[in-house]
């Protein structure tokens, strides 16, 4: 199957997005995913995948922490700069509200997040699959931010 093929078919499955963010050496780096998955209970681990080529790689492997900010239907900015490769790690971060109380950057009013730590990192071709436990989170309130066939969706309301 050609790469296009592949991804036209994945797009097919709706997921939520997410921007993962470490601290490393006193400064911010963070990535938009949507590979996310739950993979445990006990322990409690999650895994998530990252482009190889990707600058944040690095960061978070010597930091060895992270966080795991679930975006509401209204961060489709937010997704779009951390997944905007031509953006510096800091033009990333400019006018987000951070949470200051947490050893990686969590992102204020989000539907969600998960601080981790990294279990294991093993190789998928061209990304890596991070699997990482789950040290603390919390739920706030809103709708998820949605993709799903190269587009962001929401949650429609059941009639």
Known sequence: ?????????CGQFATGVAVV???NKGRHYGLT???FTSVSLDP???LFCVDRMARFNEQVQQSGVLAINFLKKQH?????????PKLSAEERFIGVALSKEHPAPVLE????YMECSV???HEGGDHYIYVVKVSSGAVKSGDPLLYFGGNYRSVMPES
């Open 21 to 23: 963010t470490t601290a």
């Open 1 to 9: 199957m050609n790469k296009q093929d592949f991804r036209n078919v």
């Open 44 to 46: 409690p681990l999650v």
């Open 76 to 84: 489709k900015d937010i997704s779009n700069r951390f997944a905007n």
């Open 109 to 112: 009013n989000t539907l969600a």
């Open 119 to 121: 279990e294991a990192i």
């Open 33 to 35: 995913v949507n590979s």
